[in-house]
């Protein structure tokens, strides 16, 4: 079929959707299966059949109840733009969305172009969706006004769209601006999905957006998001074509084995590893052993009155403040007590830590806990420190010196890997401890940012660190005297 513009009424019958189910995944199955066609490579012109991988993410993104947000983390190869294009179809034509507003989101407009040339081609090559109109910049069903567009990664391209179903193409290279846009201009639909779908970054940055709802979804616990990953065993080799088939679901369908042994002998391994293995590059000095942290959750409720430590990690705006409590034992249980940490996007530009906040929740964790120490380091909070102690807190200075630090840090190391604390599995202090990176000089050992101007927070691990150090002292010296 040809370009249509404004020539005149668009008399096509509507797109039939009789006999599909009412809803949920089996609808999208359906929809697709009947109306949409392979536009490339294997199979291309014939029906777009849906593989069991690829229904497992249809059912997880449209069973009811639906996720408000989703991502698909996958390696290159396996059709993504395919199917994301597919579901955009079903968004525009077929999900009893009246007014529906599909919008491809990408890096540029060139990227997202791609997608929507995808779903283009897919009406072109199908009679039965003649009533949806092909524009050079969008598709449109005059019969529910809907449409469906590709637009640039710029929150400025995003201003005055009601989103029902947003796609973003290659999370990983869209900022915070960006992506908060497209949530700002979602949500105000009974029903109305953002879905990401994207392969890791080569370099393994972990600043951006895709790597926070990386974390989330690793963690779990949020029915209103749904997360898929696709990666090989982390240290597996490159080789190993197990892994590869773990990692890339369409090996040996429509993604050709020979094809992955050609690529693994011409690209660098890095790149490899994270477009082809789907893996996040690790730095060789990243602190704690995979999976340490996650062994030692312990779904358990510290009761009131308990013997605890409170460690407090105080910035005034660059950063976070974070408050974490230890109990007091030889085996203390760990928890982020409270935290305000610096929005991302324009939300952080002129973001201060509320002091009085700060203050409050030290005040209140003294009366719900026996707390013995309240340990901080002085520097730009002296005189909350001064404020609190004369209140009658016991308040305790705590300078992160490397005498200190040093081996607070390793009794935190050994803590965790020999499974000699427990905590409660906070995703944000989960988050902070995986942020950590060992640095090891004449000075001893430490925790760092990988970079000096990362903004990804560590602040609940050093927070952590100090108070599982108190903690233990005080469980055996019951005088409390500090120790340098």
């Given at each position: ?355 009085v906040l700060v203050e409050d929740a030290i005040r209140s964790a003294c009366r719900q806990y026996n707390v013995r120490e ?111």
């Open positions: 079929m040809g370009k249509r513009g404004p020539h005149g009424p668009n008399q096509a019958p509507p797109v039939d959707l009789s006999g599909l189910p009412e809803a949920g995944g089996a609808r999208v199955i359906g929809f697709i299966e009947r109306h949409l066609r392979v536009t490339k490579g294997q199979g291309v012109r014939g029906p777009f059949r849906i593989r069991p991988w690829q229904a497992e993410l249809i059912h997880g993104l449209f069973d009811e109840p639906r996720p408000r947000s989703g991502l698909i983390a996958i390696p290159v190869g396996n059709g993504k733009t395919s199917l994301a294009a597919a579901l955009g179809m079903y968004g525009l034509i077929a999900d009893d969305v009246e007014g529906a507003q599909v919008i491809c989101v990408a890096s540029d407009q060139r990227q997202a172009g791609i997608l929507f040339q995808t779903a283009r081609r897919m009406v072109e090559l199908n009679p039965d969706l003649a009533e949806v109109e092909c524009f050079h910049d969008k598709l449109y069903v005059p019969r529910t006004d809907s449409t469906l567009t590709a637009l640039p990664a710029e929150p400025a391209s995003l201003e005055g769209w009601d989103p029902s179903f947003a796609i973003i193409d290659e999370l990983h290279v869209v900022t915070w601006d960006t992506y908060e846009a497209v949530v700002e201009r979602s949500g105000k639909r009974e029903e109305s999905l953002i879905l990401a779908i994207s392969t890791p970054p080569a370099d393994g940055s972990k600043d951006g957006v895709m790597w926070k709802m990386v974390e989330d979804g690793r963690l779990g616990g949020d029915d209103s998001y749904y997360f898929k990953e696709y990666a090989a065993p982390p240290d597996c080799k490159t080789d190993d074509e197990r892994a590869w088939h773990t990692a890339n679901p369409a090996l040996s369908d429509f993604l050709f084995l020979d094809g992955m042994r050609a690529a693994r002998k011409r690209m660098r391994e890095s790149k490899f590893r994270a477009h082809r293995l789907g893996l996040w590059v690790q730095h060789d000095d990243s602190w704690l052993p995979d999976g340490a942290w996650e062994a030692c959750k312990l779904d358990w409720t510290v009761s009131d009155g308990t013997d605890i430590v409170l460690a407090l990690d105080a910035s005034h705006n660059s950063d976070c403040t974070v408050l974490v409590a230890a109990t007091v034992e030889e085996y203390p249980h760990v928890w982020l007590y409270g935290l305000w940490e610096k929005p991302p996007g324009p939300a952080g530009r002129d973001w201060e830590v509320d002091i309240v340990v901080a380091d002085p520097f730009r909070w002296q005189r909350s420190l001064q404020v609190l102690e004369h209140e009658g807190l016991p308040m305790a200075e705590y300078p992160q010196t490397s005498v200190r630090m040093s081996p607070a840090t390793s009794g935190f190391y050994t803590a965790v890997v020999n499974q000699q604390l427990t905590h409660d599995g906070n995703r944000t202090m989960a988050r902070h401890v995986a942020n950590c990176h060992l640095r090891e000089d004449s000075r001893g050992v430490r925790v760092m940012k990988d970079a000096k101007k990362s903004t990804r927070h560590i602040d609940a691990a050093v927070a952590g660190i100090m108070a599982l150090d108190r903690a233990r002292f005080l469980a055996t010296n019951t005088r409390g005297a500090w120790i340098l």
